[in-house]
C-alpha cells in the first residue's frame, strides 16, 4: 500500500532526470534469518538466511548460514559427523576460529578466517567439519553453491584460496570468488559469481562498481550498515535485484561493520532441495538418499573421523517440489 503511494507521488512530482536518477537506485529487499540447530554436542544454532520463503537464490547461491560469535566452552563448537552432498557446491569462510575438513576425496585441511575453502559435490562427495580443539570463539558463514545442470555431476573437487586483503578508502576487501574493485579471485566458477568479505571502518562510505548482470546479497555480520539507501541489521540479507551498476554502503555504526557481499547471474533452472542434496526432481533426492543409506561409492567414505556417519533423515510423505525464485515484482 505505501509502496503504492510512494510511487504515484513519483509521477506526479518527478522531472524526467529526476525519474531517470531514481530508477539507479535499486530498491532492497530485507531477508531476515530464521535460527536453525547445526547440530554437535549442544547444537550450536545458525542464522539462515537462504533458502526461505521470499527467496531461493542469489545468482548460484542457494544456502547461506551465518553462526557465532559463538562460546566454544558454551556450545561445544561444531561437530558435524560423515555426511553426503550432490548437484553443489560448499563455500567455507570463517570470520574466527578454526575448522578440520575431512572428506572422501581424500582432502585433510583446516579452514581458517580469511581462506576459502571450496568443496565440490558434484556427482557426489561426503565430508565432516570438525571446529579444532584450540578454537574458543567460532564465527562466519556456511554458503553452498547450486551447480548448473550440465556440471552438476561433475567430479569431486577441493579447493583452497587466500585473497590478498585490498584496501580502499574506508574499506578493507577479501574477494575470494569473481571480481570486485579490481581484485580477481583465480578461482573456477560453474557460473558467473561473486564472493567478497567487505569490512567498513566506523562511518565509512563506500561505492562499488558491480556487475549489472548480477543479482546481489549483502549479508551483515556486525555493524549497522546502509545498503542503497537501505538500513541492515546484523544478520540480516540485503537484495538488490540485477540492473545496478553501483551500490553503496555506509557504516552507520560507531565502530567497524563487517559483512558478506554475494552476487550472481540469475541462476534460471529450477531446482529440488532436500537435506544435503541439490537435484533436479523428487526421484533425484530419493536416489540419492537411497545411495547413501546403502553406503554406495556414490559418496565414497571419509577416513579419520572418531564416530559414525550421520543418517538420512525419513522422505517427507508428500513429493518434493522443485523450487524456484518468485516472480519478479
Ligand atoms: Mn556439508
Redo the contacts with the bound molecule.
Keep these: 500500500m505505501s509502496n503504492v503511494e510512494a510511487e504515484s507521488a513519483e509521477v506526479r512530482c518527478g522531472a524526467a532526470v529526476d525519474d531517470r536518477r531514481e530508477a539507479k537506485v535499486p530498491e532492497i529487499e530485507v531477508l531476515t534469518p530464521r535460527e536453525v540447530p547445526l547440530g554437535g554436542p549442544r547444537a550450536m544454532p545458525v542464522r539462515r538466511t537462504l533458502p526461505q520463503r521470499a527467496r531461493t537464490l542469489i545468482g548460484a547461491w542457494c544456502f547461506a548460514d551465518h553462526y557465532g560469535p559463538d562460546d566454544v566452552a558454551k556450545t561445544g563448537g561444531m561437530d558435524?559427523a560423515p555426511?553426503p552432498?550432490t548437484g553443489l557446491q560448499?563455500v567455507s569462510w570463517l570470520f574466527s576460529g578454526e575448522i578440520e575438513h575431512r572428506d572422501s576425496l581424500g582432502s585433510h585441511a583446516f579452514v581458517r578466517p580469511g581462506e576459502l575453502n571450496l568443496m565440490t559435490g558434484g556427482y557426489g562427495i561426503s565430508?565432516s567439519?570438525v571446529s579444532t580443539p584450540g578454537t574458543t570463539v567460532l564465527h562466519g558463514v556456511q554458503l553452498w553453491l547450486a551447480l548448473p545442470g550440465e556440471h552438476r555431476h561433475t567430479a569431486r573437487d577441493f579447493q583452497h584460496h587466500v585473497p590478498e586483503p585490498l584496501r580502499i578508502d574506508g574499506a578493507e576487501l577479501r574477494v575470494f570468488l569473481g571480481s570486485l574493485a579490481g581484485q580477481a579471485s583465480p578461482v573456477r566458477t560453474f557460473t558467473p559469481l561473486l564472493g567478497a568479505e567487505i569490512v567498513l571502518d566506523a562511518g565509512a562510505a563506500i561505492t562499488l562498481a558491480v556487475d549489472p548482470d548480477f543479482e546481489h546479497g549483502l549479508l551483515v555480520d556486525h555493524g549497522e550498515v546502509r545498503m542503497a539507501g537501505t538500513l541492515l541489521h546484523p544478520a540480516e540479507l540485503g537484495y538488490a535485484a540485477p540492473g545496478t551498476e553501483t551500490l553503496t554502503l555506509v557504516n552507520e555504526s560507531a565502530d567497524t561493520a563487517r559483512t558478506v557481499l554475494l552476487g550472481g547471474t540469475p541462476f534460471e533452472e529450477e531446482i529440488v532441495m532436500w537435506w544435503?542434496f541439490i537435484g533436479r526432481s523428487h526421484d533425484d533426492i530419493v536416489r540419492a538418499r537411497e545411495e547413501w543409506q546403502n553406503a554406495s561409492d556414490r559418496f565414497g567414505a571419509v577416513e579419520g573421523y572418531p564416530g559414525d556417519r550421520l543418517p538420512a533423515p525419513a522422505l517427507p510423505n508428500a513429493v518434493i517440489t522443485p523450487r524456484k525464485n518468485p516472480a519478479r515484482r
Design positions: 558435524v555426511h552432498h560448499t565430508h567439519e544435503n
